[in-house]
T-cell receptor, first 113, second 115 residues
């Protein structure tokens, strides 16, 4: 079965705190892709990152970083020095040979000033 | 990144009317477009996959006669909600991608309210 689990339903932090959003996936395929999308209150899904199953290098983009670990089937997302503008729902997603995106249930992040 | 637009962003209609939503890829050709539905505080639910020039593939439980999808060109797909009823009220969001295994880029979504 293909599945994405985001166990954290909602996280609240104060500005400048670091926060990690967890994502655990299940797939039997050896070739797959993992994604993170951000959905601010406006509703649009904003693409953040794509990672293929053969590339376990961690990635950093400004205040954002991602930790991909195949051994634990996890693809966690960390925001360093969070800001109010980071408040949104974040979705982790998986795609494999069917090309469909399997979404997690999302984590709502609230950053308070 | 790639830009996907949706029109309209908001629509309010009376029960029984049909509503058409457009999804356009503005700066790339999309061989495949997807239509999703999202209820408040829930994840996205895939409704159908649309390939240019062919019939859409609907997910189980989605009525194809109610949700008509047309993908007439590499930059435009339309979703028509026929004879809309209050239970069809939702947030509809499309995505587009260049090719297989490519990233899906999402439109801004359309909020439909059926009175």
């Amino acid at each position: 079965a293909q599945k994405v689990t985001q166990a954290q339903t909602e996280i609240s932090v104060v500005e400048k705190e670091d926060v990690t959003l967890d994502c655990v996936y299940e797939t039997r395929d050896t070739t797959y892709y993992l994604f993170w999308y951000k959905q601010p209150p406006s509703g649009e899904l904003v693409f953040l990152i794509r990672r293929n199953s053969f590339d376990e290098q961690n990635e950093i983009s400004g205040r954002y970083s991602w930790n991909f670990q195949k051994s634990t089937s996890s693809f966690n997302f960390t925001i360093t020095a969070s800001q109010v503008v980071d408040s949104a729902v974040y979705f982790c997603a998986l795609t494999y040979n069917t090309d469909k995106l399997i979404f997690g249930t999302g984590t709502r992040l609230q950053v308070f000033p | 990144g790639a830009v996907v637009s949706q029109h309209p962003s908001w629509v309010i209609c009376k029960s029984g009317t049909s509503v058409k939503i457009e999804c356009r890829s503005l700066d790339f050709q999309a061989t495949t477009m997807f239509w999703y539905r999202q209820f408040p505080k829930q994840s996205l639910m895939l409704m159908a996959t649309s390939n240019e020039g062919s019939k859409a593939t609907y997910e189980q439980g989605v009525e194809k006669d109610k949700f008509l999808i047309n993908h007439a060109s590499l930059t435009l797909s339309t979703l028509t909600v026929t004879s809309a009823h209050p239970e069809d009220s939702s947030f509809y969001i499309c995505s587009a991608r260049r090719g297989r295994q490519e990233t899906q880029y999402f439109g801004p979504g359309t909020r439909l309210l059926v009175l």
